[in-house]
């Protein structure tokens, strides 16, 4: 009987001490759903402004599309290596030992083997001692408590089925499709918007719940010559399939001709180690499937089909074309297929935002109502690119406008209505249209990076939510952090006028010129060059102090400069530091430097003399042209446009 009675106790011990291990909660300053490319941006970033931060990540690998998803050829930004997106960058030259060796393909500027970028992010977490990451959580339910508050998310093991809850005093939602978002029912959009709906003309006649194609990316090495490595021919097997993804392939003319022939095809995205990336488009290994709605069991029967889709491109490659020696990477990923990990998603739900990111705001940024690029936290320069080739209910001529680089704005990250939540990745508050260009890596690599300083920041404002959060705060911070806020692709960190002008430009003066450039567009400041008095003072309306400004050369209000100065030339140094020091008179007493700093001088211009070669600047002549960089660095020195007045959400100032 005594037998019976310890072995009973014992059981309930451990019993007791299985339901414990079992649910575990954990309480955490900032929790990130995802460890993905914005994910472990976000974590990372959140970790160095020194609270709690916690990773929950679904597979064994962190990088999302960089890693996991093997899409490792990345898209746009090489002239604007801005914050962790250049960090990650330089990394991966090191590691390879400069940019010369990943310029391996001919589709982008930077290639690499995505085993080479999880391991990169996971050192790079590893050296932060306010964050921790935790591996095959599933994401299960949000919590969300009353008015709307998203309070921490729970999770299973995929191995052992244990529960995790996670309570957090900010949730980023860093997941592939949203699906935070969507679990705490913030109001979110999926598919595409007719052209009436967003105004962006791009030949929508109805809204829709269709997405872009999704890829399951595979690697292949080059096993050398002779080496038969083709693989089982799939089910379902029929070469007219990839009919035209190539000019060595290309029999039905109905089809649109393709613009390579199979060599190039094949080195699209040669990665180092003598690898191949299989991410092709069009009459590839895209394929048509819709998950957003689907259970985590649903999309794994789905994305079957992904996967199918591209071993019937592998063998096509290796017994039509002859790739015989191209097979499966046997040193990629962790995974029985030799498929990578996730499937390449480039379009989940998208984000009901307290402000819409639209084509207008890129394509003429300067002429919106809401001027949106003041509010700036990531920059991308990648153009308008849909996949939609394998669904034929899809348009298939969508009329994108020609876009020039461009800045995402922070109330993209903003729910409308819940608080406790921050959204990243590819669920942002974007137009369709526009998804195809933030969808790309480096750019929401940087949304999570401004996802991670803006829940850090909340929570040391003694949790405030995040909409409560300033703006030029996390602009702040940005720039402490070498990332950009304007997308100007001539004024790199390096420069010593870089914040200046990156301030400066945020606050609407000295605009920078965009172009359309094919796959890499671009924004100049042009930080060498000189204007005119009247390019200059035609911007100068805009600084709301200046409506009340006191009677100067051109009269009152500023607005009135704007005519009489069309006569004259370009902006000498002493009509800089002249009307500057107009400007400055429009502010408040406390707002003025030259009142705090220059209290035993004669007049702002000694002051501003004084301070010239202080501020790296030489060649201090009144009587030359002033350069766009020595206007920018005196604007922010003297008149500090950027702090002195408080802009909101839809870029517009508020107050001083």
């Known amino acids: 009987m005594r037998l019976k009675l310890t072995y009973l106790f014992s059981c309930v011990l451990l019993l007791i001490s ?24 976000a974590g990372v970033q959140a970790a160095r402004l020194q609270v709690k931060t916690l990773v929950v990540e679904e597979t064994p690998w962190l990088g999302g599309m960089l ?22 960058r330089a990394r991966i ?44 959580y599933q994401f299960l339910s949000a919590i969300v408590e009353k008015n709307a508050h998203v309070a ?20 980023v939602d860093a997941t592939e499709l949203g699906d935070v978002m969507a679990s705490a029912a913030v109001p979110f959009d999926v598919g595409m918007e007719a052209s009436a709906v967003t105004g962006e003309n791009v030949q929508v006649p109805s809204s829709n719940d269709i997405i872009q194609d999704l890829t399951y990316v595979a690697i292949l090495k080059d096993y050398g010559r002779g080496v038969d490595c083709t693989i089982a021919k799939p089910v379902g097997y029929d070469p007219t399939e990839f009919d035209g993804c190539c000019l060595d392939f290309y029999k039905d003319t109905t089809r649109i001709k393709p613009g390579v022939d199979c060599a190039k095809m094949i080195t699209y995205a040669k990665l180092p180690g003598n690898k191949y990336m299989l991410n092709w488009p069009g009459h590839g290994n895209d394929i048509y499937l819709n998950l957003i709605q689907l259970a985590p069991a649903e999309r794994a029967k789905e ?62 940024p300067f002429d919106q109502q809401s001027p949106l ?22 348009p298939q001529h969508l009329g994108f406008y020609p876009i020039p680089s461009f800045s995402i704005p922070m109330g993209t990250l903003l729910p409308q209505t819940h608080t406790g939540l921050v959204v990243a990745e590819k669920g942002i508050s974007v137009s369709n249209v526009v998804n195809g260009t933030t969808r790309l890596q480096p ?45 100007y692709a001539d004024v790199s960190t390096a420069d010593f006028g870089f914040e200046a002008i990156q301030r400066v430009g945020a606050s609407g003066f000295l605009r920078g010129k965009g172009q359309p450039n094919a796959w890499a567009n671009r924004t100049w400041f042009e930080p060498d060059s000189t204007i005119t008095v009247h390019q200059f003072v035609s911007q100068l309306p805009a600084f709301a102090p200046l409506k009340n400004a006191s009677p100067v050369t051109y009269g009152n209000p500023l607005s009135k400069w704007v005519e009489p100065a069309k006569n004259e030339g370009l902006l000498s140094l002493g009509k800089a530091i ?21 209290s035993g001088r004669a007049s702002i211009g000694e002051w501003i003399s004084s301070s010239w070669m202080g501020w790296g600047l030489t060649n201090y002549r009144i009587d030359r042209p002033v350069t766009k960089r020595e206007l920018a660095i005196l604007l922010d020195k003297v008149i500090d446009p950027f702090y002195v007045l408080t802009v909101n959400h839809q870029g517009n100032y508020t107050s001083i």
Not at 341 to 355: F, K
């Open 18 to 41: 299985q339901l414990l291990y079992a649910q575990r909660v954990v309480h955490v300053d900032v929790l990130v759903v995802g460890g993905g490319t914005s994910g472990i941006a």
């Open 303 to 364: 994305l079957m089909k992904a996967k199918q889709q591209t071993l019937r491109y592998i063998y096509f490659l290796q017994h039509q074309l002859g790739y015989k020696n191209l097979g499966l990477a046997d040193d990629e990923f962790p995974t029985a297929d030799r498929l990578a990990l996730i499937p390449y998603n480039r379009e989940g739900r998208r984000l009901r935002g307290v402000v819409r990111f639209k084509v207008q705001d890129i394509s003429k």
């Open 93 to 136: 030259y090191t590691y390879y030992g400069g940019p010369s060796k990943v310029a391996t393909g001919w589709v982008s500027n930077t290639h690499f083997e995505p085993h080479v970028a999880n391991q990169i992010w996971k050192d790079m977490a590893a050296a932060e001692k306010n964050l921790q990451i935790l591996y095959q």
């Open 373 to 394: 690029y003041r509010t700036g936290v990531a920059v991308g320069d990648y153009p308008i690119d849909h996949h939609h080739r394998k669904n034929p209910a899809a």
């Open 578 to 598: 002249e009307l500057v020091g107009e400007i400055e008179k429009a502010l408040p007493l406390t707002n003025r430097k030259s009142a705090n700093k220059n």
């Open 152 to 171: 921490g998310a729970r999770f299973v093991h995929l191995v052992n089925g244990d529960q995790l809850i996670v309570y957090a005093k900010q949730v």
């Open 443 to 487: 750019c929401v690599l940087l949304i999570g990076q401004a996802a991670g300083v803006l829940a850090a920041v909340a929570v040391k404002n003694k949790n405030k939510d995040a909409r409560q959060v300033s703006v030029r705060q996390v602009q702040s911070i940005l720039l402490q952090q070498k990332a950009y806020l304007m997308p």
């Open 67 to 88: 890693s996991a998803a093997g899409v490792s050829a990345t898209d746009g930004n090489h002239l604007l290596p801005s914050g962790l997106w250049g960090e990650f």
